[in-house]
């Protein structure tokens, strides 16, 4: 029923020449056949320039995209840029504050050298008369209030050096600090890596799919389109035969 509401079927042969002109008329039939066959394809191929027309909008889009990704990639690598100025800043602001509170520390031991100096003379000068005036008991006691002075003289040095040492481990202290922040990010760099990867296996993995949707999808017509034809030829065999 469907092959007699076809374009070719629509074409009918001429009453009294179905003998003569029956030849002409199949090979009219065939020509037209092929002609139908041929505008299936060009529908065929014209479908496949749309597909192919919204894959390349696809791919401009996926070109925005990563550009609009590189530009946030340079915006974050400049954030982090600062970042570090910044605290080298604060590290430089913390240093010059150090460097301000040892310059009063080294005036003070300045002026404490100098009054260690008087008293050395003073202690000279103590000596002096303590060889004339052995009898003077507070010569003895200035003698070893000098001496407990020198004593608190190398106390305070190794103070100093404690605070230098100090201050040491508390720069080391940051270093750490800052190579396990680093640790982290290059972690986290790697585990974004991987994603970014499947990521691109799975794009990968649905295009595929869609073409092999299209490409079922293009055998089934086929298929339907030769079964079609096959009933059209067999309807032109047993007609071209019962008109012989």
């Known amino acids: 029923m469907g092959v007699k509401n076809s374009p070719v079927d629509r074409i009918q042969c001429p009453s009294g020449a179905q003998g003569t002109l029956a030849p002409f008329y199949n090979f009219y039939r065939t020509l037209a056949l092929f002609y139908n066959f041929y505008r299936t394809l060009t529908l065929f191929y014209n479908f496949y320039r749309t597909l192919a027309l919204c894959y390349t909008f696809y791919q401009t889009l996926a070109l925005c995209h990563n550009f609009y990704q590189t530009l946030a990639l340079c915006h974050n690598f400049y954030r982090t840029l600062a970042l570090f100025y910044n605290f080298y ?3 430089a602001l913390f240093y010059n504050f150090y460097r301000t509170l040892a310059l009063f520390y080294n005036f003070y031991w300045t002026l404490a050298l100098f009054y260690n100096f008087y008293r050395t003379l003073a202690l000279f000068y103590n000596f002096y008369w303590t060889h004339a005036l052995f009898y003077n008991f507070y010569g003895t006691l200035a003698l070893f209030y000098n001496f407990y002075g020198t004593l608190a003289l190398f106390y305070n040095f190794y103070r100093t050096l404690a605070l230098f040492y100090n201050f040491y481990r508390t720069l080391a202290l940051f270093y750490n600090f ?3 922040l680093a640790l982290f990010y290059s972690f986290y760099g790697t585990l974004a890596l991987f994603y970014n990867f499947y990521g691109t296996l799975a794009l990968f993995y649905n ?9 079922n999808f293009y055998r089934t017509l086929a298929l339907f389109y030769i079964f079609q ?16």
């Open 89 to 91: 800043r604060t590290l």
């Open 178 to 180: 800052y190579r396990t």
């Open 207 to 215: 295009f595929y799919q869609t073409l092999a949707f299209f490409y």
């Open 229 to 244: 034809q096959t009933l059209a030829l067999c309807y032109n065999f047993l007609c071209s035969g019962y008109e012989g």
